[in-house]
């Protein structure tokens, strides 16, 4: 990682390494544990919420934690990982699974958060418009209820 944050340095673009839906990085605490090694402005944080979530870290703790090194952020919903269960950490609908996305909206609010975000779903099936659109209008009524702008306009298109 220090040497591709070098490399990332010498083409003057930010390295942003995702928090993974694997024991390997799936926390910023341990995104953070990487950042003082690799000691560069260059590196940074792309949190998946779904994948914090899913691994039973506390999403609003890891955020604030993170904030400032933060470039951007997966909106992803996962069931968690238990003792008797490998946890699911693809093909939910935003709001079908485990993540508080009222609590991570009012962190992002509280932490005056201003990065890009991406809903990352996956679409095996026939209705993955229409997952789109309950998603999207479901972090719409999550932005509301942090008293935020919506995210997506209120039009009906994918």
């Known amino acids: 990682m220090k040497q ?18 694997t024991s390997y990085l799936n926390s910023l605490s341990k995104f953070e544990v990487l950042n003082r090694e690799v000691n560069s402005p260059f590196f940074t944080a792309y949190p998946d919420v779904g994948n914090i979530s899913g691994w039973n870290y506390d999403v609003s703790t890891e955020l604030a934690l993170s904030m400032p090194h933060i470039v951007q952020i997966h909106l992803k919903d996962t069931y968690k990982v238990t003792a008797d269960y490998q946890g699911q950490f693809r093909d939910l609908v935003i709001g079908d699974g485990d993540v508080d996305f009222d609590a991570i909206f009012s962190t992002l609010k509280r932490t005056e958060c201003v ?26 009524q999550v932005c509301a209820r942090a008293t935020m702008p919506a995210l997506f306009a209120a039009e009906n298109a994918a």
Do not use: C, F, S, Y
Request: glycine residues 2%; hydrophobic residues 55%.
């Open 115 to 140: 990065v890009p975000m991406v809903i990352e779903m996956w679409a095996q099936d026939e209705h993955w418009r229409e997952n789109i659109i309950t998603a999207k209008q479901r972090l719409n």
């Open 4 to 21: 591709a944050a070098k490399m990332a340095e010498r083409a003057g673009v930010m390295l942003a390494v995702e928090i993974m839906d």
